[in-house]
């Protein structure tokens, strides 16, 4: 009797199950996403103890399997994570539903060490004063008469280090070398501070930019790794989390109190610094100074890292394009003075192709995240639930042939080239936002793309009139995991002298 009432009661219970599942959207409407579960139960879990520092390679991998379609992860204590690498899909989520793709609480607790409630942090009306406030800087005036100045200068400071290391046949690490201009050249434009850091190339003098790289590597870990709170609590990484937190907080909060000092002593300037400093919170009161350090980090974040990882892969890439490299020589050589003004460099489109080209096969910004606000439909039919996390890799586009041919491996300048028939002008191609989202897109679009292309342009257009890089394989050159695209063991090169 009782062994009856058991089977009964477990028929009713595997009933129930079935009705539930059946009625489960994600069971309902998903059966064409691929689901790419390494191992069942665990489902991707493995991939993060396993495919932690090649993840790239990985999403690489599987927009070639899946072509583009839309596939879905899922990682036991994290959640599903719906990874979109179509024009298509990217324009949905970027764009036309934008209001409905956030960067969310998980995202904003993972960087808050780093970010804080800076741009890169926040969604809503906290990111649309910020916007307002940044965008100003960035117009044409500022960049011919300011900023185009400070880059010459400061890149002469680094042609001046490569001829040293030239001259004395020693090994230098390009990729430190680039943070460190970057960081110099970000600060002096957009907060009139000047580190000593191109010339001084002592390790002790980046302290700032370790410490950089460090807090962002761990906060990085915290998505999507399960682990990641057991490492902090447990294993040391908090304590260095905090130390490396501190290192950066008391640069930037001496950073504000320099311009407190200018202020005081009837300085006038006008630049990002004194923009931060005139906005007004909710209740029309001036920004704290925890306020003030997370923007200034945004910016250092956005102004420093990308633009030297760009130059720094683009140099790794180019030692192995020679005939991208003669292309650019010989376009600089025609085009440029070797103290270039801002219309010369506006008018490099071999150099500029070059930036683009980089940017597709080491994107900055590997990848992003967001979280959906609500329940959805992609209009590829996939249901998205609240909170799940919707990531895309501008990495694995950049290599996938579905969107740039059976050529995509190789680097070729022509690929971001448009020849007038009529005319035979050379112009630089104006590719979709949404199948080439390394500058992100719609209303989130990186504002400070225009500068980082005149500031990247420049910096190469001078740095390869004089010289020719040799990588060095030691330290092998590989990319880290990080919020951006570093190279985890840096980049030593053998520099050598040329004469265009
Ligand atoms: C090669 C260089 C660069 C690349 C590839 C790049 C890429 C990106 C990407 C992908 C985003 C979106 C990030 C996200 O919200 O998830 C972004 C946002 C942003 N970028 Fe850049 N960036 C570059 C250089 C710069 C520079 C030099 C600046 C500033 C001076 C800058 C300022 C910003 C700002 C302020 C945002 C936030 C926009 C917003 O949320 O509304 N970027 N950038």
């Known amino acids: 009797m009782l062994d009856k009432r058991l089977v009964a009661a477990v028929a009713l219970y595997s009933l129930y199950l079935l009705y539930k599942r059946s009625k489960d959207p994600y069971v309902k409407y998903n059966k064409h996403v691929p689901k790419a579960w390494t191992i069942p139960v665990v489902k991707n879990l493995t991939d993060v103890l396993f495919h932690y520092w090649d993840s790239d390679e990985q999403a690489v991998k599987r927009a070639r399997q899946y072509g583009g379609k839309t596939w879905v992860g899922e990682i036991p204590g994290v959640g599903k994570m719906f990874h979109l690498e179509s024009p298509e899909m990217i324009e949905f989520m970027l764009k036309d539903q934008f209001e409905m793709f956030i960067k969310g609480d998980y995202l904003h607790w993972a960087l808050e060490p780093v970010m804080g409630n800076g741009i890169f942090n926040v969604d809503g009306q906290a990111w649309k004063v910020q916007r307002k406030a940044i965008s100003n800087i960035f117009h044409v005036k500022n960049f011919r008469d300011f900023f185009m100045h400070i880059f010459v200068e400061h890149t002469e400071k680094v042609l001046c280090v490569l001829g040293k290391a030239a001259d004395s046949g020693k090994e230098l690490d390009f990729h430190d070398l680039m943070h460190r201009f970057t960081l110099k050249t970000f600060s002096k434009i957009a907060f009139g501070y000047d580190f000593d850091l191109v010339e001084n190339t002592d390790p002790e003098s980046n302290r700032f930019g370790k410490a950089f790289n460090r807090a962002q590597a761990i906060a990085a870990r915290r998505v999507g790794t399960p682990t990641a709170w057991f490492e902090e609590r447990f294993l040391g990484v908090g304590k260095e989390l905090e130390d490396s937190v501190a290192i950066l907080d008391e ?190 897109a719609g209303p989130r679009v990186c504002l400070g793309m225009n500068m980082a292309i005149l500031e990247g342009k420049t910096t190469l257009a001078m740095m390869l009139r004089e010289f020719d890089f040799e990588i060095m394989p030691n330290p092998p050159v590989v990319g880290d995991r990080n919020i951006t695209h570093l190279m985890r063991w840096g980049m030593n090169v053998k520099v050598k002298r040329i004469q265009v």
């Open 251 to 440: 640069t930037v909060y001496k950073v504000i109190e320099a311009r407190r000092q200018d202020i005081a002593a009837g300085k006038q300037t006008d630049d990002l610094l004194d923009r931060f400093m005139r906005l007004k919170d909710d209740d029309g009161n001036q920004l704290s100074d925890v306020m003030l350090r997370d923007l200034v980090m945004n910016m250092l974040v956005a102004g420093r890292d990308t633009t030297a990882e760009a130059l720094s892969w683009l140099i790794y890439l180019l030692a192995d394009a020679p005939k991208a490299k003669e292309q650019i020589r010989n376009e600089v050589a025609e085009m440029c003075s070797a103290r270039p003004d801002y219309n010369e460099i506006q008018n490099l489109k071999y150099t500029h192709a070059a930036i683009l080209e980089g940017q597709r096969l080491h994107p900055s910004v590997p990848h992003d995240v967001k979280e959906a606000k609500e329940d959805l439909f992609l209009p590829d039919g996939t249901f998205i639930g609240k909170g799940d996390a919707v990531v895309w890799s501008n990495y694995a586009m950049g290599r996938a042939p579905y969107l740039w041919g059976d050529d995509v491996d190789e680097f070729k300048l022509e690929r971001f080239l448009v020849t007038d028939p009529e005319t035979g002008n050379l112009s630089v191609k104006n590719e979709s936002q949404y199948k080439f989202p390394v500058f992100n």
